[in-house]
């Protein structure tokens, strides 16, 4: 096995439980012949084939163990995605209903049914109801038209813009089936960074036809677009957003995008933030910009996602205060189909970060989470890093906004402010490598952002158990030391990289590798030396009231929680204060001894995962077991990296001695910065 199946595997169940199953799942009623069911009878079938035997088709009613698929339910709690599972008698039949609103339903409740079976649950008794919490569960691919991927680390980008439309790759139905198998129902299909070519039309008969093939999985096709598009391939001179020639070209190209995509989703954006262009640099605003574009696509019924990572030319003193500052004062006056979508925490996608502070603060604008499923920060595919923690923790962050219990969750799926358009994206970690995804743990990312996006209140543990056991096997001599793994994982991350809350330490563009000492470069928030402001007197950003005060952007009484060292947790501890070299921390180290024993810490866990899994070959078959292997190999070596390195250069500034027990770095300071990586993955095409 090379992991091309994902956690869709079916592979026979034991003997001892098989008869049993199958006894329930002998046959199949005949279905309406809609593409959509075609493809959830298809993938019942497969399933159950591969699982228990090659199910029979019988009418229900006519036999024990046929199972129904009914997608003409008028079942209110059901909505338009959801589905209900029953067993249920039909002419004294033992009979099992998969039932639901609309045939996407009825296909994501057959992939529920076949996963009871994969993860060895009874399906004797079923009476299961689920629908999604969130209404867009999407996918932001940053790939490039050249099928670069930014920031990708699984080969190149499925879309191959070449062969398209004349040949579709199989390739991407099986990405269909993985998608909704746990319910994502949107692509973004090109990198924010976006050019202008993909929206002309020879991009958009291939995009139509990736639309096409994507379609009966209930997935919609959006593009991210490139704000001066107008001027790139309409002929025009701006692209001001109040200039009416601007507004008549997207206008224009959106009619064009709905007539070969009648289902289109809408687009991305990302104006003004990292070099691109916006509707700032005619004097407009956010608003100017999201309104203009979301009254082109919204008479088709699509929606506008603006980014709200944004930072401005002018360098700020504290880069975590730009996206609040800028979208905050908007709130109320954005289209009700324009959504601002937010990364998880305020700088990007690093190890730990909290939750960003306009999460709460925009109650009357449509919000959505953006977190990065590709490991851009968190040692590329082959760290063994499970983000299912680190996503749960941003979700459960109480952001207090309207009282207690106001969780970043409750923000995302509409609860909290009663919004209906609610949006959860993952920038994908997907690639033409044959495991999809860079390594075989790293689909597991994929998994739990989607099971999330489904549910935003869900446990990252249970599913990362239901992974372990769709992807490896239900034996308990290997769920259980797998899934142990993995919920530590992230934290040993945050421990051998950013320990204590300092963050942005890797090395400069590429993003691999430690570099602390990373300096100058046409923008200091683009440094390390930046964020971690170590010096004789200590180490740590000051966002207090005595600093940037960014923490007075949360409710007050995080925000004061933050800014308390008797309250914010260690975890966070130098993302919001400067500490001397000397301060106490909670265990009784002083701040530079329990530094040094975190960056240790960490390696240490990389260590017992090695060893654990070393303890697991039996149970895992050969090549899996050894790719993931050589992985850890790699993580240990580059966790130690991690570690010796930025002691090394923290230690320039502590000028204190290593607490007793820990080695000092293998290397001197000037070789770690002397490295270079010229083979490292995932920059920009
Ligand atoms: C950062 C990446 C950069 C992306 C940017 C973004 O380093 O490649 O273009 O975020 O989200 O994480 O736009």
């Known amino acids: 096995e090379d992991g091309y199946d994902l956690w869709l595997r079916y592979k026979p169940v034991e003997a001892s439980v098989r008869a049993a199953y199958a006894a329930r799942a002998a046959a199949i009623a005949p279905t309406r012949d809609t593409p959509t069911m075609k493809v959830a009878r298809a993938e019942l079938e497969r399933g159950l084939t591969g699982l228990v035997g090659k199910p029979a088709s019988a009418a229900a009613g006519s036999r024990d163990g046929v199972i129904l698929l009914k997608a003409d339910s008028a079942d209110t709690a059901l909505g338009d995605e959801g589905y209900r599972i029953r067993t249920l008698t039909v002419n004294g039949r033992t009979t099992t209903v998969i039932a639901a609103n609309r045939d996407v339903g009825v296909l994501y409740g057959v992939f529920r049914y076949l996963s009871l079976i994969q993860t060895r649950q009874s399906v004797d ?64 299909l090109n990198n924010v960074n976006a050019k202008a070519d993909s929206l002309t039309a020879p991009y958009i008969a291939k995009a139509a036809a990736v639309a096409d093939t994507l379609r009966p999985y209930g997935i919609k096709v959006y593009l991210s677009a490139r704000w001066s598009a107008p001027i790139e391939i309409g002929g025009l001179k701006s692209a001001d957003p109040l200039d009416p020639a601007v507004a008549a070209f997207w206008k224009a190209k959106a009619d064009e995008l709905y007539k070969a995509i009648p289902d289109f989703g809408g687009f991305l954006v990302k104006a003004n933030s990292e070099g691109q262009p916006g509707p700032q640099d005619y004097g407009r605003t956010h608003v100017d910009g999201a309104n203009m574009l979301a009254d082109a696509v919204g008479p088709h ?93 941003t979700l459960k962050s109480d952001t207090m906004a309207e009282g207690k219990g106001s969780t970043v969750a409750k923000v995302v799926d509409g609860q909290l402010d009663g919004r209906k358009l609610t949006v959860m994206a993952g920038v994908a970690n997907i690639g033409s490598d044959r495991n999809w995804s860079g390594s075989q743990f790293d689909q597991a990312n994929w998994y739990v952002f989607g099971r999330l996006a489904w549910d935003p209140e869900a446990s990252s543990r249970a599913i990362a158990e239901d992974w372990t056991r769709m992807t490896f096997g239900n034996d308990p001599r290997l769920v259980k030391p797998v899934v142990a793994m993995m919920m530590g994982s992230r934290e040993a991350a945050v421990d051998y990289m950013t320990p204590l809350g300092l963050h942005h330490q890797m090395g400069r563009d590429g993003h691999y590798g430690p570099g602390p000492w990373v300096s100058g470069g046409p923008r200091a928030d683009w440094t390390s030396v930046y964020y971690a402001k170590a010096g004789p007197d200590g180490v740590g950003f000051d966002r207090t009231p005595t600093g940037s005060n960014a923490t007075a952007q949360y409710a007050p009484a995080v925000g004061a929680c933050f800014a308390d060292l008797k309250c914010v947790d260690e975890k966070n501890l130098l993302w919001f204060h400067h500490l001397p070299w000397d301060y106490r921390l909670k265990s009784g180290d002083t701040l530079w001894d329990g530094m040094v024993r975190r960056y240790s810490a960490g390696v240490a866990y990389v260590d017992g995962m090695n060893r654990t899994w070393a303890t697991l070959a039996p149970y895992v ?17 580059e966790a130690q990296w991690w570690r010796d390195a930025s002691i090394a250069w923290f230690q320039t500034f502590s000028k204190r001695p290593l607490p007793p027990g820990e080695k000092p770095p293998a290397k001197s300071l000037e070789y770690y910065e002397s490295l270079v990586f010229p083979f490292a993955p995932g920059q920009g095409g």
Do not use: C
């Not at 050969?622 to 070596?637: F, G, M, P, S, T």
């Open 621 to 637: 078959d050969a090549r899996r077991h050894a790719e993931v292997a050589d992985y850890l190999k790699i993580q240990r070596d």
């Open 301 to 393: 019924g699509g929606v506008v996602i603006w980014r709200a990572f944004v930072y401005s030319h002018q360098q700020p003193d504290d880069r975590a205060k730009q996206g609040y500052s800028e979208f905050k004062p908007f709130d109320g006056q954005f289209r009700d189909n324009v959504v601002i979508q937010v990364k998880n925490g305020a700088i990007d996608f690093q190890p730990r970060e909290p939750f960003h502070p306009l999460f709460g603060a925009m109650p009357k604008s449509n919000l959505g989470m953006e977190f990065q499923i590709t490991k851009e920060y968190l040692g590329f595919s082959t760290h063994l890093v499970y983000l299912g923690p680190l996503y749960e923790e």
């Open 125 to 188: 008794k079923l009476d299961i109801a689920s629908a999604p919490k969130v209404k867009l569960r999407m996918l932001n691919h940053w790939d490039n038209l050249n099928r670069t991927v930014e920031r990708g680390y699984a080969g190149q980008s499925i879309f191959d813009w070449w062969r398209l439309p004349g040949h579709v790759d199989p390739r991407l139905v099986d990405y269909a089936r993985a998608n909704a198998s746990i319910g994502i129902n949107g692509a973004v």
